[in-house]
């Protein structure tokens, strides 16, 4: 029996918007090529850094199949940034219809565009994401994303009514009036970050408010890594099912990729993006079954193109076919993005490998926070991470004995030695968007 046989909510979907999911592979090769091919003419003509990196590998744009890709320059973030703001659009200004960024944590935003065709197609794999967490019309859609530059906000909206639900564009933030709308409402789907969820279940048992007495029955989530252990407390907690939804700014916004109700690894709308996984420290691209850095390549996006994206994120290319019948490939869930990696006394460290670890332990509560500090010149990891009332009014040695597993069972999964100081329910500050999972003073003394 699989996984999704035991949920209550899980049926299958045979939306009609996800027919695209579905088409034969061989089919959804010639589309890609042909789409490929159109792209890397449409980006040669119209985008001078990729025509110059084109020409100094003396490459032409064409393309005869489509393990060519792999002589593709890569596109980076910096150059977003060295372009900013419209160096990379291939459309003039006037047939671009709107314009999202996103922030950076220093210096300028980098800017993403869109004509009236890219956001048909956003739409279209917005549509086909929500169609595959089982939405459909009559659904009543809580949109807790943030609603502005940030992508998360209307890409989801528009999925939303595009599906033919109702949508609530409540954005983010004001907690209690959130769970008033969910509850008042009749709301049967949410989207939002998995952080910000947590918040709501944390809120909604203070106010003595039964999230499963609600008709509440399905929670999209992403704008961050989370790990598997974080969506079984949330389902335990709440009982909907929880999908993981995935998409950056870069390449259109959320509606890359999207978990299928298997929940083992989320297909990525290939015949708009197409993946790689390469070595991040050679480029070499990697085999399906490897992990390494996840590339994608707009295939039909023409105010923006990039080719040879290199997104930062993690991920796995997952082999075999899918038991839901989508032909669409599938990556194992961003746990980690290359970006996240701290070096904690030589040691690579990502913080998902501690939420992991977190989560697995009785008696804890999925609100952690990383500090790294260094003292007479050595690294010093802490974890703060609150547990239950429960075991904090149990005697002391319960506490004890808890921070003492958790030390041992950290230092067998990352390597080092680290501090856990547990602490009272809501003592770590909440976010109502992106969660601020580490914080680290090195270099701040
Ligand atoms: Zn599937």
């Given at each position: 029996m699989t996984r999704a046989d035991t949920r209550p909510h899980a049926r299958p979907t045979f939306h009609?918007?996800?027919?695209?999911?579905?088409?034969p592979a061989p089919r959804l090769r010639e589309l890609q090529l042909a789409r490929l091919r159109a792209i890397i003419q449409h980006a040669f003509v119209h985008v001078e850094l990729f025509r110059q990196r084109m020409e100094s590998r003396q490459l032409?744009?064409?393309?005869?199949?489509?393990?060519?890709?792999?002589n593709l320059p890569f596109t980076t973030k910096v150059d977003l940034r060295d372009t900013y703001?419209?160096?990379?659009?291939?459309?003039p200004l006037r047939e671009v219809v709107r314009v999202h960024a996103s922030s950076g944590t220093t210096g300028k935003p980098i800017v993403v565009a869109y004509t009236r065709q890219d956001l048909d197609i956003w739409t279209s794999v917005m549509v086909r994401s929500l169609a595959a967490c089982g939405?459909?019309?009559?659904d009543i859609i809580q949109n807790a994303y943030g609603y502005?530059?940030?992508?998360g906000g209307l890409g989801a909206h528009y999925g939303a009514e595009g599906i033919g639900a109702t949508v609530?564009?409540?954005?983010?933030?004001?907690t209690d009036r959130q769970l008033m709308v969910l509850k008042d409402f009749g709301v049967t789907a949410i989207c939002s970050t998995p952080t910000y969820f947590l918040h709501l279940i944390d809120r909604a048992v203070q106010l003595g408010?039964?999230?499963?007495?609600?008709p509440l029955r399905v929670g999209v989530f992403g704008a961050e890594p989370w790990t598997d252990s974080m969506r079984r407390h949330i389902e335990s907690a709440t009982g909907i099912q929880a999908f993981d939804i995935y998409g950056l700014s870069e390449i259109?916004?959320?509606?890359v990729a999207v978990e299928c109700p298997e929940h083992d690894g989320l297909h990525i709308f290939e015949d708009h993006f197409y993946p790689e996984v390469i070595d991040?420290?050679?480029g070499e691209a990697l085999p399906e079954g490897q992990e390494g850095e996840l590339v994608l390549t707009t295939l039909s996006k023409l105010a923006m193109p990039l080719v040879?994206?290199?997104?930062?994120d993690i991920t796995t290319l997952l082999p075999g076919p899918c038991p839901c019948g989508r032909t669409l490939r599938r990556m194992r869930?961003?746990?980690?993005?290359?970006?996240?990696m701290l070096i904690i006394r030589g040691v690579n460290v990502y913080p998902s490998q501690i939420e992991a670890v977190l989560l697995e332990v009785?008696?804890?509560?999925?609100h952690y926070q990383i500090l790294i500090t260094r003292e007479h010149g050595l690294d010093q990891l802490e974890i703060q991470v609150e547990v239950t009332s429960q075991v904090f009014s149990d005697r002391v040695g319960a506490l004890e004995a808890l921070s003492d597993r958790l030390v041992d069972t950290i230092q067998r999964v990352i390597g080092i030695h680290s501090k856990v100081t547990l602490v009272e329910p809501r003592t770590i500050q909440r976010s109502?968007?992106?969660?601020?999972?580490v914080i680290d003073k090195r270099g701040q003394s």
């Open positions: 009609p918007a996800s027919a695209p999911d579905f088409v032409a744009p064409e393309v005869r199949s489509l393990a060519d890709i792999a703001p419209f160096g990379l659009f291939a459309t939405l459909h019309e009559g502005g530059l940030f992508t609530i564009p409540i954005s983010g933030g004001n408010l039964d999230l499963k007495s609600l259109i916004g959320p509606g991040p420290e050679t040879r994206y290199r997104t930062r869930r961003i746990g980690r993005r290359s970006d996240d009785e008696g804890t509560l999925p109502e968007g992106k969660a601020k999972r």
